[in-house]
């Protein structure tokens, strides 16, 4: 089982950005997968989740800037970030729950002022 997050990059305040957590081991759509992050000395925080069902949860921070949604076709979850602020600045992570949590490698999105 892994996942891989991608689509980070250093950007200026403003712009947007897509992340990208592909798959595999057949763990697709067996339990809710998230978008995390961890800034440079804080604790890892939830960004949005999405459940199996398709229930979408985001963190206060994020609404009305980010969108995540599934790509069945390609067992794939994405992040879509609008309208970057410096203070997203950070190291995003791509989680899956299915009796165990799996984690991707995180993807460092920084964000210049």
């Known amino acids: 089982v892994q996942l891989q997050a991608s689509g980070g990059g250093l950007v200026q305040a403003g712009v947007s950005l897509r992340l990208s957590c592909a798959t595999s081991g057949r763990i697709f759509g067996l339990g809710p997968m998230g978008w995390y992050r961890q800034a440079p000395g804080a604790q890892r925080e939830m960004v949005a989740t999405?459940?199996?069902?398709?229930?979408?949860n985001y963190a206060d921070f994020v609404k009305g800037r980010f969108t995540t949604s599934i790509e069945n076709d390609n067992d794939t979850v994405n992040l879509q970030m609008n309208k970057l602020r410096p203070d997203d600045t950070a190291i995003y992570y791509c989680?899956?729950?299915?009796?165990?949590?799996?984690w991707g490698q995180g993807t460092l999105v920084t964000v210049s002022s």
């Open positions: 989680k899956m729950h299915h009796v165990v949590d799996y």
């Open positions: 999405i459940s199996n069902r398709g229930i979408i």
